[in-house]
């Protein structure tokens, strides 16, 4: 999840959206400025990440009690 997590502010954050305005969400077309800040991107990841990890841990036990 922290995998993705990354992946996700780093290539779809700040090189996709930042700079195809055709892939960018339905009214947010004008948000420039906005895409373009890294470090706000971090930081609403950060806070994320227990509850990736939370939902991971979760997600293997299911596995592990279907197997």
């Known amino acids: 999840m922290i995998v993705l ?10 090189v996709l ?5 055709r ?3 339905p009214g947010t077309e004008h948000m420039d400025r906005e895409y373009h800040q890294k470090w706000f991107h971090v930081r609403v990841m950060l806070p994320m990440l227990p509850v ?3 939902g991971g ?8 009690w279907i197997w």
């Not at 841990?57 to 592990?64: K, R």
């Open 17 to 21: 959206f930042a700079n195809i305005k």
């Open 23 to 25: 892939v960018r969400l």
């Open 52 to 54: 990736f990890a939370v």
């Open 5 to 14: 997590a990354a992946f996700d502010t780093c290539f779809l954050d700040w």
């Open 57 to 64: 841990a979760i997600i293997s036990l299911m596995m592990t």
